[in-house]
């Protein structure tokens, strides 16, 4: 059973940092894609960055700058820093990945909550 946890959400000050993890346990396989989702409170859920196995990394235009994406193919863990804090950066962030496992599934983690205040 693939599980993804994330961890590292929290309360912080605008202008301050914060890094999420999220560790997959369960696959054989190491992923073929990582990244991260977030959903602010009555918002559609956003593509935040995205990590591939080849370490090519991707970002929507509003973090650019300010968030890093990166990833440990041996321990299926990835991380986000995120820099220079914004209250439009406060929603739930959630982690998803995808394996080589020769199938397209993408699994996903239960969120957590990142609050930035002003």
């Known amino acids: ?3 993804l946890v994330e961890s590292g ?3 912080v000050q605008v202008g301050g940092s914060l890094r ?3 560790a997959a346990s369960g696959s054989r ?3 073929n894609v990582m990244g ?3 959903q602010a409170p009555g918002k559609q859920r956003e593509l935040v960055a995205t990590i591939t ?3 090519r990394t991707n970002y929507v235009d509003s973090v650019k700058g300010r968030f890093t994406i990166s990833g440990d193919n041996d321990k299926n863990t990835v991380y986000l820093q995120m820099n220079s ?3 439009e950066d406060t929603a739930v962030y959630y982690c998803y990945a995808d394996f080589n496992d020769g199938k ?3 699994y996903w983690g239960q969120g957590t909550q990142v609050t930035v205040s002003s």
């Open 36 to 38: 991260w989702y977030r």
């Open 20 to 22: 999420l993890v999220c």
């Open 53 to 55: 196995d080849t370490s």
């Open 85 to 87: 804090l914004e209250p």
């Open 104 to 106: 397209v599934v993408y």
């Open 1 to 3: 059973q693939v599980q």
């Open 9 to 11: 959400g929290g309360l």
């Open 29 to 31: 396989f190491s992923f």
